[in-house]
């Protein structure tokens, strides 16, 4: 490793325990939903969707499943897109909190087009090439190299057309970054102590291209995005 790359941290954040009140995880889950629009993952996700739909027929309903997805606030996203752009879309919204999956339906309210399961990312109760697109966004840090391998390896078997995966990028500069705009966003403790460390449990592209290596994601394209930010998308050979 260059002596001038941060190693990566194992520690969990809060989020990934039990040791917050509803109020917090709501709140939490605000702050985030507010980094990913202003700050590259919402942007992120709309630059690289658009191609994985290029192979599928415009009079076909498109089955998207997003893994691990906090508030629902990229599957919203998408639904705006494709209500755009004239396409039929039916996102499976997952995580496996409970918690969390009660705030994302709280946020998707009466929207028609949605479905809401609790999934583990890591073995996903569903059928080989069961949904058209499976996305992961913002959570692939949360997982130590071997669990991060098993979501890529689920998120290719279900995947009909292909997989984005949307994270941070770990670094010296956006971890000074996260620091700083977690103190200025808000007082949530939750935020304040897991987006810096989100940064530091995150992988570098080097790192993720490995990964999917692993994982099976032949021919993957990974690239990095403004904000500290990366993508990797792959499409399942036709």
């Given amino acids: 490793m260059p002596r001038h790359q941060l190693s990566r941290e194992s520690r969990p954040e809060i989020l990934d325990g039990e040791t917050w009140t509803l109020e917090e995880l709501r709140s939490n889950l605000r702050d985030i939903r507010r980094v990913n629009r202003l700050g590259g993952g919402t942007s992120a996700v709309m630059r690289e969707l658009p191609s994985l739909f290029h192979d599928i027929s415009p009079e076909r309903t498109v089955e998207v499943l997003d893994v691990a997805t906090g508030s629902a606030d990229i599957p919203l996203a998408i639904a ?19 918690d969390v ?3 994302a339906k709280e946020e998707v309210g ?7 399961s609790r999934l583990d990312a890591r073995e996903v109760q569903l059928p080989d090439q069961s949904v058209d697109i499976v996305l992961c966004s ?7 190299p071997a669990n ?28 000074l970054a996260a620091i700083m705009i977690a103190k200025l966003l808000t007082q949530n403790r939750l935020t304040r102590h897991d987006a810096p460390l989100s940064v530091l449990r995150a992988y570098t592209d080097e790192e993720l291209r490995s990964l999917l290596v692993e994982a099976g994601w032949e021919g993957a394209l990974v690239q990095r995005r403004p904000l500290f930010r990366m993508t990797a998308v792959w499409r399942r050979p036709q």
């Fill in 80 to 98: 705006k897109w494709a209500n755009r752009n004239r396409r039929q879309i039916r996102l499976i919204v997952s995580d496996w909190s409970e």
């Fill in 101 to 103: 999956l009660t705030i």
């Fill in 110 to 116: 009466d929207r028609v087009g949605f479905q809401f």
């Fill in 138 to 144: 913002l959570a692939l840090h949360h997982f130590d």
């Fill in 148 to 175: 991060a391998v098993r979501v890529l390896a689920e998120m290719k078997r279900i995947s009909r057309v292909g997989c984005l995966v949307n994270d941070l990028v770990r670094s010296r500069s956006g971890h």
